[in-house]
Every structure is written in C-alpha cells, then in structure tokens.
C-alpha cells in the first residue's frame, strides 16, 4: 500500500498544487484533507465549488486505484450542502460496489466540525492493465 500512497503523493501535481494531502489509504477507501486557502475561495468568500470537487476526486483516485489496477472515473456527481470558509476540508472515499469492470463510490467531504459539506459519488471504469504505482511482485 506504501507505493500507491507514495505515488499518489508524488504524481499527482494537481492535487498536491491545491495543497490536497493523502492522509491514509487501502484497496477500496482513501481519506485525504486540504487546509483551506484564501486561493480555495470563490467570489462570494466560501470555498470554491471546484476545489471541493478536486478534494472529492482525488479521494476517489486513491481508493479505487489502491486495488492495484488502473482504474479511471467514468462518471461523478456532486451535491453541495453547507458552505465551508475557513480550517480544513476532510474527504473519506468508501467503495460501496466492486466488480471486474466498473466500481462506485462514495466521498463524504467534511469540515474540522465534522458537518457535512458535500456528497460525492463516482463510478470508476477498471481496465485490464496494472495501476503504475502498483506494488512490484517478487521474482
């Protein structure tokens, strides 16, 4: 699990630009946090919709490629519940399905209060072809 943790941490540029941190993961859940920045602000002073999102993402990322085969998002929704403006963002991916082509998702984006901010869910398309940063057989 080390080497998907270590990939996440050091490929995903966009991630790791938003100041997205992998907290932990394991085949199937990831939980992942951002420290809230005056850059992760819309107009209107809240966090941006699409920093959210991102948290959201990548969380789901993490946890469905954590089985070790490369798995791509197909289709996502975003349901947005109560404002965040300061502190930080906490998203926890749990798979809810998994079978040898598609897998669901849910990401549950919280603040430091633990009030929900968000519910994202994801449907990843798994193909036949190992995750890059999967770990390496012995041999």
């Known amino acids: 699990m080390n080497e998907i943790c270590d990939f996440f941490r050091q490929q995903d540029?966009?991630?790791?630009?938003?100041?997205?941190?992998?907290?932990?993961?394991?085949?199937?859940?990831?939980?992942?946090k951002m420290v809230i920045q005056p850059f992760h602000l819309n107009g209107a002073g809240t966090v941006h919709g699409g920093a959210i999102f991102t948290l959201a993402d990548f969380a789901f990322a993490v946890a469905s490629n954590a089985h070790g085969q490369l798995a791509m998002g197909v289709h996502t929704s975003t349901n947005f519940i109560n404002a965040a403006v300061s502190g930080t963002l906490y998203a926890e991916a749990e798979e809810l399905s998994l079978n040898r082509r598609l897998?669901?998702?849910?990401?549950?984006?919280?603040?430091?209060?633990q009030r929900l901010i968000a519910?994202?869910?994801?449907?990843a398309y798994r193909k036949q072809t190992e995750f890059p940063g999967a770990p390496?057989?012995?041999g």
Do not use: M, N
């Open 119 to 123: 519910l994202f869910q994801g449907t």
């Open 13 to 32: 540029r966009f991630a790791r630009h938003a100041g997205i941190e992998l907290v932990a993961a394991k085949p199937g859940w990831a939980q992942v």
């Open 103 to 113: 897998a669901s998702y849910q990401v549950r984006i919280s603040d430091d209060q």
């Open 136 to 138: 390496k057989a012995d």
